[in-house]
C-alpha cells in the first residue's frame, strides 16, 4: 500500500493562492484530492491518472489546477483565487486503475494521507 504525505496548506485571504503537494512512496495509477469540512461529507476536488487524465469537481469552476510529476511520484493541486467556503482538510488519495480519477468517489481510494489544512478568511 502506497505512502502519501501532503503539504502545502495554510492560512490565506480570499482571492489569494496556494499549491498542495502529495508525494507518494511509490507508483500508484490514480491520484486525487479531496476536501472535508467540518460536519460536512468528504467530497473529491480534482484527480489524474498516469496518463495523464484529469478530473474536476463542478463546483470547482476552473479556480484549481492539479498536475503530477510521475518521475517524483508527487502530486500538485494549484488553487487561485481562493473563497472562504474552500476552507477545509485537503486529503491526498490514491487508488489502482483509472476508477478513483474518473469518479472521484471516497469509496475507490486505496490509500490517505493525513491532510493538510487550508483556511481562507474573508
Known amino acids: 500500500q502506497v505512502q502519501l504525505v501532503e503539504s502545502g496548506g495554510g492560512s490565506v485571504p480570499a482571492g489569494g493562492s496556494l499549491r498542495l503537494s502529495c508525494v507518494a512512496s511509490?507508483?500508484?495509477?490514480?491520484m486525487a484530492w479531496f476536501r472535508q469540512a467540518p460536519g460536512k461529507e468528504r467530497e473529491g476536488v480534482a484527480a489524474?491518472?498516469?496518463?495523464?487524465?484529469?478530473n474536476y469537481a463542478d463546483y470547482l469552476k476552473g479556480r484549481f489546477r492539479v498536475s503530477r510529476d510521475d518521475d517524483k511520484n508527487i502530486l500538485y493541486l494549484q488553487m487561485d483565487s481562493l473563497k472562504p467556503e474552500d476552507t477545509a482538510m485537503y486529503y491526498c488519495?490514491?487508488?489502482?486503475?483509472?476508477?478513483?480519477?474518473?469518479?472521484?468517489?471516497?469509496?475507490?481510494?486505496?490509500?490517505w494521507g493525513q491532510g493538510t489544512q487550508v483556511t481562507v478568511s474573508s
Open positions: 489524474q491518472d498516469y496518463a495523464g487524465n484529469t
Open positions: 511509490g507508483y500508484i495509477y490514480s
Open positions: 488519495a490514491a487508488g489502482e486503475g483509472y476508477p478513483l480519477r474518473q469518479s472521484l468517489r471516497p469509496s475507490e481510494a486505496t490509500s
